[in-house]
């Protein structure tokens, strides 16, 4: 009789440990959610990196409840975006999640083949009962980096400005847009040059983008290219770092602060255009355990509520600087600026 027990208690403890999140107490996961990405995966240090951090962030506060999370799933190029999102579609993921506007027409297409399925797409618009989408105001947030890279570049006597897009895109034009006209804002006479990686995945290209326009004059460069920013920050680290050269970037999506840090605790990181895709990710995942997921909608962040903005610390930012910076914030929520998108 003691064996048997013994082994009962084994076989409980086995199961306890395999079920939703290796824990020794058996938790149900009743709201398992799945993230595919593009071929930057989910250490990009930027956009899908967010997402999933706001994932993780779900999971590790409702664990308890059957939060948990699937094994993201990474796209090695775009044509796998339809066969990765039926991968993870009917089975047992309650809401699968792709981060970017690349996703659009594969999630349109898969969406319709699993009715049942929940979807999330973030950074563009999708119609669909079974699909919630969340879009972001980042060109509010941009006319502020555009602000404090114009206030920066008139404090040190520098006239010329950069912007690094990953794909032309209306999303990425938005981004564009609102920096030119917050750092027009602040000096209509202020050069800026504006170049396209053309992905953003090649973090080499971008990188020889940012090393010409470094070259020729551009003391801040805002950089919205996904993981292909990585190689702008890269340039500014080896000009600053092993030059001595004095140049700044402004990341995006997440606080790329630590991403910049060189020589100790400096880093290139002037600010980060903060777009908030973990609070999206956590919002939505958090509606499949509340039972209150809605689709055929748009979740609208903005400068107004927090899903855009400067992050709340910025080290590199005195006073004077991050004073206009929220001056011209209280004038876009107070609906004094309309910023264009395109």
Do not use: H
């Amino acid at each position: 009789m003691k064996k048997l027990l013994g082994v009962a208690a084994a076989l409980a403890l086995v199961l306890g440990v395999s079920a939703c999140g290796g824990t020794s107490e058996a938790v149900d996961c009743t709201a398992k959610i799945a993230i595919v990405t593009d071929k930057t995966g989910v250490n990009d240090k930027s956009f899908n990196q967010g997402a999933y951090e706001g994932l993780k962030k779900f999971e590790a506060e409702f664990k308890d409840q059957g939060a948990c999370l699937a094994e993201p799933l990474q796209s090695g190029a775009a044509a796998e975006y339809v066969s990765n999102l039926t991968t993870l579609s009917g089975k047992d993921n309650q809401l699968v999640l792709a981060a970017g506007f690349t996703f659009a027409e594969p999630m349109d297409e898969v969406q319709k083949n699993f009715p049942d399925q929940k979807f999330l797409i973030i950074d563009t618009e999708l119609k669909g009962e079974n699909v919630v989408s969340a879009d972001f105001a980042a060109n509010e947030g941009s006319f502020l980096a555009g602000v404090a890279a114009a206030e920066k570049a008139k404090a040190e006597g520098k006239d010329k400005v950069g912007f690094v897009g990953g794909m032309k895109s209306p999303v990425i034009t938005g981004f564009e847009v609102g920096y030119v006209e917050g750092v027009k804002a602040v000096d209509k006479n202020m050069k800026i040059d504006v170049k396209y990686v053309g992905s953003f995945d090649d973090a080499t290209k971008a990188k020889t983008i940012a090393n010409q326009m470094y070259s020729d004059g551009a003391y801040v460069v805002f950089v919205a290219a996904g993981g292909a920013g990585n190689g702008v920050i890269n340039s500014a680290k080896e000009l600053v770092g092993d030059q001595g050269k004095d140049v700044w970037v402004i990341g995006v999506d997440r606080d790329q602060y630590e991403d910049g840090i060189y020589d100790g605790d400096k880093s290139v990181i002037l600010t980060s255009m903060v777009k908030r895709a973990d609070v999206a990710a956590y919002d939505v995942a958090k509606s499949i355990l509340d039972g209150t997921f809605k689709g055929n909608q748009t979740l609208k962040y903005d400068l107004k509520d927090g899903g855009v903005g400067l992050p709340d610390e910025n080290p590199n930012l005195n006073e004077d600087i991050m004073k206009v910076v929220n001056e011209y914030k209280d004038k876009i929520i107070n609906g004094e600026i309309t910023v264009p998108s395109e």
